[in-house]
């Protein structure tokens, strides 16, 4: 059975049994089994993903881009572009490892007693992100021009965040910040990217060498394309829970406590399961690693446990 129609009963099942599946009290089976699958997940990335000692295969779009860029002629149009292949190569890593962190933070956070009510959602959200965008810069599938464009527009996006945020800081912080925005924008300039301006003259994304890409990349969309299909329903969910929408709230209120679900811890893991296979798959193909067998690994573990859920959730034997 897959493991999704197992985990999303229809309605006539749920009817005919009379149980509503994981709408349970989170047990210390379950949740060990939780945990233990998610470490697993982790600690096999984190191996897939390991350089080996022979290096990785030059025949991959990583190398192909890298030798394009340095096949330039001298100037500044190249060193610019040369550092925003360079920036999206080790923000996709920063941003990995960011996420990963969050991974063990949900460790924990499952196994707390008493047991956590919304937190393994936000935790789960920040991963999923994490991953996403990291599949964002690394996409496999998209031309140079268009993973320049989405450095620059990440470049500038960020600079003018931290300009705006520096106003509360102080003069000094503030200039700082305004400098870096500046060399955001020469840098994307020097590159060749061109600006995308709307009717009011603000700049909402770049083009380089025709290939567009906005400033804001609509990370829901994003997501949606980027995770399995079994996955994809996940996000929703999460930003509520991250956003605190009146219905988690409701949710976590039993007879005046606050109660933890067995679904809500499940949700979280099959988030951060879908954005490890889903992020390890994008680092390969971007990168040459081979990970076919990593993969093949997580789709066993990932089934087993999916298989052995409802059971620990309830309980039963």
Same mark, same amino acid.
């Given at each position: 059975m897959d493991g999704l129609n197992l985990l999303v009963m229809n309605d006539r099942q749920a009817t005919i049994t009379g149980i509503r599946p994981f709408c349970v009290p989170i047990t210390e089976p379950f949740a060990q089994a939780c945990v233990e699958t998610l470490r697993t997940f982790r600690e096999l990335a984190d191996k897939a993903l390991t350089i080996p000692d022979g290096g990785l295969n030059r025949d991959t779009v990583f190398y192909r881009e890298a030798d394009a860029l340095l096949g330039l002629?001298?100037?500044?149009?190249?060193?610019?572009?040369?550092?925003?292949?360079?920036?999206?190569? #080790? &923000?996709?890593?920063?941003?990995?490892? @960011?996420?990963?962190?969050?991974?063990?933070?949900?460790?924990?956070d499952i196994l707390m007693q008493p047991p956590p009510v919304w937190s393994p959602l936000t935790l789960a959200r920040v991963t999923l992100e994490g991953c996403a965008f990291t599949g964002y810069l690394y996409d496999p599938a998209i031309p140079l021009g268009q993973r320049l464009a989405r450095v620059?527009?990440?470049?500038?996006?960020?600079?003018?965040?931290?300009?705006?945020?520096?106003?509360?800081?102080?003069p000094e912080e503030q200039a700082g910040a305004l400098a870096k925005r500046e060399d955001a924008e020469k840098m994307a300039r020097a590159a060749g990217a061109e600006e995308r301006q709307d009717r009011r003259?603000?700049?909402?994304?770049?083009?380089? #060498? &025709?290939?567009?890409?906005?400033?804001? @990349?609509?990370?829901?969309?994003?997501?949606?394309a980027f995770l399995p299909a079994w996955g994809a329903g996940v996000y929703p969910l999460l930003s509520g829970a991250a956003h605190g929408r009146p219905w988690m709230i409701v949710r976590g209120r039993t007879s005046g406590d606050w109660a933890g679900e067995a679904a809500t811890v499940l949700t979280a893991v099959i988030a951060v399961m879908g954005s490890l296979e889903a992020g390890l798959a994008s680092w390969a193909a971007y990168l040459g690693a081979d990970v076919t067998a990593a993969l093949g690994t997580m789709d066993e573990v990932r089934m087993d446990f999916l298989n052995r859920s409802f059971m620990l959730a309830h309980g039963e034997p």
């Open positions: 002629p001298e100037g500044e149009q190249k060193q610019a572009r040369l550092s925003l292949h360079q920036r999206a190569l #080790d &923000g996709g890593h920063l941003i990995w490892v @960011h996420a990963v962190d969050h991974i063990r933070a949900l460790e924990h620059a527009g990440m470049a500038v996006a960020e600079a003018r965040n931290e300009a705006t945020a520096a106003v509360g800081y102080g003259g603000r700049v909402m994304g770049y083009s380089v #060498d &025709g290939e567009y890409a906005p400033m804001d @990349h609509k990370i829901g969309a994003q997501i949606k």
